[in-house]
C-alpha cells in the first residue's frame, strides 16, 4: 500500500522530503564561506573544490532531513501534516533510502573535495542523525546543534582556503539567526513536541518566555551587526548592506515581541511567530551578502 502511495506521490513529493530550497541555502552557504575565506568571489582556479564542497554539503543536509521527517513522523502528523510523510504521500521507506543514498553521496564528493573536507562531513552526518534520533528533544541543546550545523557550511566552503576571522565572523552571524529561527520553530511545533515528548524549550517553560529568549538573541545579532566594519577592517559597503540584514532582523524581533503582546498569557500569536521565521532567513541572507561584498577586493 505505502509502495503505491510512493509511486503516485511522484517526484515532487520526493523532492520535499529533502526541502529543496533548504538545500540552495546550505550551497550559497558553502561559496560564501569560500568567498569570505579567499576575499571575494575570486576562487576561479579552485572552482572544483567550491562546487564539490557545495553539492557534498547539500547531499548531506538532503539526507539529514529526510531522516528527520523519518524519525519526526508522529509528531508531524500534528505539527507539520502537509509533509510527505505524514501525509502518506511518501513511504518512511524512501525516507531511510534517501537519507543512506544523500549521506553516501556527500561523504564520497567530500572525500573527492579533501580529507578535511571528509572529515567535517562525516561528523555532520553522525551528529545530525543523533539530533534527529536524541539530541532534538533536548532544551537549547537541539536548537544549538542545527545553529551549528549551518554555520559549519561556511566553513566547510573555506577549508580549501583557510579558516580566517571573516569566515567566523559570518559563521557566528549564521549560528546567532539559525538558533533565534529554531527557538521561533520549536514554538510552532510545541503541541506535537509534547505529544511524543519532547523537552523542548517552550515545552518546558512555555512559549512566552521562549520567544523572549528567541528575541534576545535577535537585538543582540542587531548589536554585533557593525563589529566586522569596527574590528575587522570592511568597507562601508558592508554597513550599507547590512543595514538590509539588520532590518530584517527588526523586523523579526518586533514580530516575535508582538506575537506575546496581542496574545493570550501563556500563549503565542502563531502567524507572528512564523513570519518571525522567515524574516530570520532573509537576514541571514542579506548578513552574507554583505560579509562577501565588503570582502571583495574593489
Known sequence: MMATETMAGGAPNRLALVRPLNLLVVAVGVCAGA???????????????????????????AGANAFNDYVDVDADRLNRPERPLPSGRVSRRLAMVVWVACSLGGVLLAW?????????????????????????????????VVAVS???????GALAFGIS??????AGFAFLTTLARELAKDVEDVAGDRLVGSQTLPALIGTRRSIMVAA???????????????????????????????????????????????????SANANYVSQASGLLKLSMLFGLVALVSARAPV
Open 112 to 144: 573527492y573535495t579533501g580529507p578535511q573536507h571528509l572529515l567535517l562531513a562525516v561528523s555532520m552526518v553522525f551528529l545530525l542523525a543523533v539530533y534527529s534520533m536524541k539530541l532534538q528533544r533536548i532544551a537549547l541543546v537541539g536548537n544549538t
Open 165 to 170: 576571522e571573516p569566515v567566523l565572523a559570518g
Open 35 to 61: 568567498a569570505l575565506a579567499v576575499g571575494g568571489v575570486g576562487f576561479s582556479a579552485s572552482w572544483g573544490a567550491v562546487v564539490s564542497a557545495a553539492l557534498a554539503a547539500a547531499l548531506v543536509a
Open 216 to 266: 534576545a538573541i535577535v537585538f543582540v545579532s542587531i548589536a554585533l551587526v557593525p563589529a566586522p566594519y569596527l574590528f575587522l577592517d570592511f568597507s562601508g559597503l558592508y554597513l550599507i548592506v547590512g543595514l538590509l540584514a539588520a532590518a530584517a532582523l527588526g523586523l523579526a524581533g518586533w514580530r516575535l515581541v508582538a506575537s506575546i503582546s496581542s496574545a493570550p498569557d501563556r
Open 150 to 156: 549551518v554555520s559549519a557550511t561556511l566553513c566547510f
